[in-house]
Nanobody, 114 residues
């Protein structure tokens, strides 16, 4: 079973930037990977995906502000978050996409507040 460990979250001011990382215990290179987020009282939503060749897709809410990337050799997926907004506040998770295969990690909390 692959274990996923997310990191890089924290408190950031509106307009600021954060870079999230998701490290896997085993290779996930054959899968499309995604970043998900869950805000308090809301369902988990998929915000960005990246295929094995590197094609990306984004939810409208983050398009133009977030960038997903992957390093298969390091078994790591990244999410560069720029121009963050208060509505980006959530716990962020990574997993395969659009359907998750692995058990969820603990996530990393992102709080956008002045």
């Amino acid at each position: 079973q692959v274990q996923l460990v997310e990191s890089g979250g924290g408190l950031v001011r509106p307009g600021g930037s954060l870079r999230l990382s998701c490290a896997a215990s085993r290779s996930f290179s054959v899968y499309t990977m995604g970043w998900y987020r869950q805000a308090p009282g809301k369902q988990r939503e998929l915000v960005a995906t990246i295929t094995l060749p590197g094609s990306t897709n984004y939810a409208d809410s983050v398009k133009g502000r977030f960038t997903i990337s992957r390093d298969n050799a390091k078994k790591t997926v990244y999410l560069q978050m720029n121009s963050v907004k208060p509505e980006d506040t959530a716990v962020y998770y990574c997993n395969t996409a659009p359907s998750f295969i692995y058990s969820w990690g603990q996530g990393t909390q992102v709080t956008v507040s002045s």
